[in-house]
């Protein structure tokens, strides 16, 4: 792959000015939010995003208003060189990295509460992430005033919050969904598999195949949720070196939990391998279901 020069701009200021230009041309402008350590997941986001925009922007900043932990915060990689020859090798013109404090000249007085979607899920065991979340999105849609805005799947409620984010606050920018990126063996793509010693990355296949007996399970109209736990939790039971955060069905836009399966559904989990923490997620459809159709409450 032909490497491009991408443009590295660190100053809000300077990245208004350069895509005041681009608008200039009448030509349209994607952002595609990152917290940099980049890999295929986020190539398959900058590869959509080229395709159907004119200017791409990937942003790159390691948000610590979204951590609630300190030590992750510290640790999480931050390769900005390797991460830009990744975004140059892809055609994207334009990196967005800016340093903490341009982002946060002073301490931050305004957040973004999105309720309920985020009453759940990670939601409940990671307190303020979500508030961390939208703030810094919203900040950044406002920088940017993207037309369009990608992410993946595999943050299923995190895009749920950004959607309802959106709409609530009548953001004007078309939210776009990206199917995961997955390993040969099913594993999601992440920046935090990096942390996974060589026996931990083995063991951590036990996610994707839980997620996937839950999928077979609802296929075969298995209508209770009850039901589909109860047949998929011993797999978790049988890997020690696991702890199991949560595994949860719930409606694909509230992300609230659901008792009786009568439409698409979202099936999510989080688990612990040592001090490495990984989520994924499977929409699942009953046999017979309509995509669309909501599930009973």
Same mark, same amino acid.
Do not use: W
């Given at each position: 792959m032909t490497a491009t020069p991408a443009q590295l701009i660190a100053s809000i200021a300077q990245l208004r000015r350069t895509l005041g230009e681009v608008r200039g041309r009448g030509q349209s402008i994607a952002? +595609? %939010? !990152?917290m940099g350590a980049l890999h295929d997941g986020h190539g398959r986001l900058i590869e959509n995003a080229r395709r159907e925009s004119d200017c791409v922007v990937v942003s790159i900043f390691v948000n610590p208003i979204q951590f609630d932990r300190h030590d992750?915060?510290?640790?999480?990689?931050?390769?900005?060189?390797?991460?830009?020859?990744?975004?140059?090798a892809r055609g994207v013109p334009v990196v967005f990295a800016p340093p903490v404090e341009e982002m946060y000249p002073r301490p931050q007085s305004a957040f973004v509460e999105v309720t309920r979607v985020t009453d759940h899920l990670c939601g409940q065991f990671r307190?303020?992430?979500?508030?961390?979340?939208?703030?810094?999105?919203l900040k950044l849609l406002n920088i940017v005033q993207p037309d369009r805005a990608y992410f993946g799947e595999k943050d299923?409620?995190?895009?749920?919050?950004?959607?309802?984010?959106?709409?609530?606050?009548?953001?004007?920018?078309?939210?776009?969904? +990206? %199917? !995961?990126?997955?390993?040969?063996?099913?594993?999601?793509?992440?920046?935090?598999?990096?942390?996974?010693?060589?026996e931990e990355r083995r063991v951590a296949t036990v996610l994707h195949q839980a997620l996937r007996r839950a999928e077979t399970l609802i296929a075969a109209d298995?209508?209770?949720?009850?039901?589909?736990?109860?047949?998929?939790?011993?797999?978790?039971?049988?890997?020690?070196?696991v702890r199991l955060e949560y595994f949860e069905i719930v409606d694909p836009d509230e992300m609230q939990p659901v008792d009786r399966i009568t439409g698409p559904v979202r099936v999510a989990g989080a688990i612990w391998i040592g001090t490495?923490?990984?989520?994924?997620?499977?929409?699942?459809?009953?046999?017979?279901?309509?995509?669309?159709?909501?599930?009973?409450p």
């Open positions: 952002l +595609v %939010p !990152t992750d915060f510290d640790r999480y990689p931050r390769p900005l060189s390797k991460d830009v020859a990744f975004c140059a307190p303020g992430h979500f508030r961390g979340v939208a703030t810094v999105v299923a409620q995190q895009l749920a919050v950004i959607r309802r984010l959106v709409d609530d606050l009548n953001v004007p920018v078309k939210i776009v969904e +990206v %199917p !995961t990126v997955r390993e040969a063996d099913g594993l999601a793509i992440s920046s935090r598999n990096q942390y996974l010693n060589e298995t209508k209770h949720a009850a039901e589909i736990r109860k047949e998929v939790l011993p797999l978790f039971e049988g890997h020690p070196e490495t923490r990984l989520i994924d997620n499977m929409l699942c459809r009953p046999l017979g279901s309509k995509a669309g159709s909501a599930p009973a």
